[in-house]
Nanobody
């Protein structure tokens, strides 16, 4: 059973930092692009940051300069370092990974999300 599990969410004051982790487990041949998304109440899920298997990254304009995505291929983990957090960053954060789980079989997997709340 292939799984993605997010962790690291919580309640933080504005200006604070959090580091989210996304861990892939199960029978995995390779992990291609991985993205972090967030979904605020009443809003659509949006891409926050993405990293491909070569390490190239891209970010939503709203988080550029504040968030950093990175990956540890040996551990099947992807991180999202979030600094200078703002109340508008409050959302459930999801990890999505495109993974090869059998020879030639590639599909997208989602985690169940971790809640990030920015409030004083």
């Amino acid at each position: 059973q292939v799984q993605l599990v997010e962790s690291g969410g919580g309640l933080v004051q504005p200006g604070g930092s959090l580091r989210l982790s996304c861990t892939a487990s199960g029978r995995i041949f390779s992990i291609n692009a991985v993205g972090w998304y967030h979904q605020a109440p009443g809003k659509e899920r949006e891409l926050v940051a993405r990293i491909n298997n070569g390490g190239s990254t891209n970010y939503a304009d709203s988080v550029k300069g504040r968030f950093t995505i990175s990956r540890d291929n040996a551990k099947n983990m992807v991180y999202l370092q979030m600094n200078s957090l703002k109340p508008e960053d409050t959302a459930v954060y999801y990890c999505k990974a495109r993974m090869e789980t059998a020879p030639g079989y590639v599909m997208d997997y989602w985690g169940k999300g971790t809640l990030v709340t920015i409030s004083s």
